[in-house]
């Protein structure tokens, strides 16, 4: 599996497999446990909290003001 690209990303970071990051979620010793049932509710949950979180981006985006042509009236 490959890392992934998640918060941890600076210069200081570990690579986290997704496997690791499921064996975390769930309390599992190693990979021999991940079952698929594992896998699809860690995927399933992921993307609730990525549309959670564009959600919450949208909604606390500050909106600007498109800039004026010349033509518009003031």
Known sequence: MEPNPGPDT???SRH???VQLICRAYGLADASEITEEHIHRYVSE????????QQLRDRLRP?????R????AA
Do not use: K, L, Q, Y
């Open 69 to 72: 042509a010349s033509g518009d």
């Open 63 to 67: 909106r600007i003001p498109r800039p």
């Open 46 to 53: 992921r993307r609730r909290v990525d549309e959670r979180t």
């Open 16 to 18: 986290v497999s997704v």
């Open 10 to 12: 600076g210069p200081n």
